[in-house]
């Protein structure tokens, strides 16, 4: 009987050191559904993925934004920084990128969370009952089934990050904002040129709705999960 | 690291925020008187008021902020021949904005009110506008506390977009200090701090109420 209790340790591990997995710990403690997927040294490691989730839900995206680019390569060492600003023409869209997507995989987490959490808990206890070590158990048992769950959410998240990007115009990123403002300041035509923008953020988000629609519709497993529409 | 720099500059960074909180309390006042307005439309069965109702909602939830703050600066001076100033504009777009979003949480919480209720309201002579204002929307907006003090949050956090037209709120006055002051690392996470703590107060006070509903529901 010691190797179900190893496999259930090294469990603990792997939600404690990955961004994803770490969330899970004390969200739900009470509610005991999910015990095992509580971690066990919970004050030794006090710095993990919630605060990260915490720290970016809680600040705008603008201020994170600024960060990224005005604060972050002055933290750097004098080499680093010196090659930065000699060498990265376009540093304005890495920040941007950084920004968003350190911003996104937070909101991300707190699906895949939300998604795992949903996974009955029969499907572990079958999955370690075969043999299967944590991590098989994970990426041929859970992770399949979460991420079909969390196809709906997922979309949501695609499409605010997709939104979020026009603030890297507030940087100077020449994205679709920010061309719609340009070619105001040299055609007087504002209106015109926002509502041409408009109408690519609603094209392109229309499309995004349909094909997620066409692969949650391939994907989903017959009563696993309730489709809405 | 000198984080003298924030001391120097404390009043005047505060002004900044003082106007954020104005900023986001008309917001939110507005935001969900309309956001009523068309959460209601949207459950109505006469089309007229359903299809512009959906169209409105969909609409503005398909577009970033920042845009709809643009569109309303160019559009106001074809609607009114002149401009609006700047708090003005700021203050228009985030309520047409965010009453998509709160039209979106008011009409799952009309939804997740028993039939039975409104019948009842109905057959005790109750107009339909009665059955609604008296019954149905008080214990809907009840249910959706937890909800809307979550999009107060981000409303608070949108404020910093009013940046864009040139609005003297927190985040601009700390841009404008860092202008001056050159004093990046500091200054930034000294923005990010004071949005922090608003925001966690707000997150953490939602949860509260959750939790709180759900002991009552059961």
């Known amino acids: ?229 | 690291m000198d984080f003298e720099v924030i001391a120097r500059n404390f009043p005047f960074m505060l002004g900044g925020l003082a106007l954020t909180i104005q900023l986001a309390l008309i917001t939110l006042a507005g935001g969900l008187l309309l956001g009523i307005i068309l959460a209601v439309a949207r459950l109505s069965s006469r089309s007229w008021l359903y299809y512009p109702a959906t169209a409105y909602v969909h609409f503005f939830r398909g577009l970033p902020l920042i845009l709809v703050i643009f569109w309303i600066y160019f559009l106001s001076p074809v609607l009114t021949g002149r401009s609006l100033n700047e708090f003005l504009a700021a203050v228009v777009s985030f309520i047409v904005f965010e009453a998509a979003y709160f039209a979106e949480i008011i009409r799952a919480g009309i939804q997740s009110i028993p039939r039975g209720q409104a019948m009842a309201a109905h057959s005790s002579g109750l107009t339909s506008f009665q059955c609604m204002r008296f019954v149905i929307l008080p214990q809907a907006l009840r249910n959706m506390i937890p909800a809307l003090v979550t999009q107060a949050v981000v409303i608070f956090q949108d404020t910093s977009l009013a940046y864009v037209i040139g609005l003297r709120e927190f985040l601009r006055r700390v841009n404008l200090v860092d202008a001056r002051e050159a004093r990046s690392v500091e200054l930034y996470l000294f923005a990010g701090l004071v949005y922090f703590i608003f925001c966690s107060i707000g997150s953490l006070c939602s949860q509260r109420l959750e939790h709180r509903r759900e002991r009552n529901s059961l």
Not at chain 1, 38 to 48: E, H, K, L, T
Not at chain 1, 67 to 95: I, R
């Open chain 1, 1 to 229: 009987m010691a190797t179900p209790i190893r496999r259930h340790v090294s469990g603990r591990r792997l939600h404690h050191h990955s961004p994803v997995f770490a969330g899970l710990d004390h969200h739900h403690a009470p509610g005991n559904r999910h015990r095992h997927l509580q971690g066990a040294a919970v004050a030794s490691d006090p710095i993990r993925s919630k605060h990260y989730v915490q720290v970016f839900r809680n600040t705008p995206f603008l201020v994170q934004l600024f960060f990224w680019y005005f604060a972050a390569p002055l933290l750097l060492p004098k080499p680093a920084q010196e090659w930065l600003y000699n060498h990265v023409p376009d540093y304005s869209y890495w920040a941007g990128v950084t920004a968003l997507g350190t911003y996104t995989a937070s909101r991300l987490a707190e699906q895949f969370r939300a998604g795992l959490l949903s996974i009955p808990r029969d499907q572990y206890r079958a999955a370690y009952s075969t043999g299967l070590t944590t991590f098989q158990t994970y990426r041929y048992v859970i992770v399949p089934y979460a991420f079909r769950i969390i196809i709906p959410p997922f979309t949501t998240e695609f499409l605010t990050c997709f939104k979020n990007s026009a603030l890297t115009m507030t940087i100077g990123v020449m994205e679709i904002t920010h061309t719609a403002y340009y070619v105001d300041s040299f055609t007087w035509h504002g209106l015109e040129t926002t509502t041409a923008a408009s109408l690519t953020y609603l094209f392109i988000s229309g499309c995004v709705v349909l094909f997620m629609w066409f692969v949650e519709k391939r994907l989903h497993i017959p009563g696993m999960i309730a489709r809405g529409r």
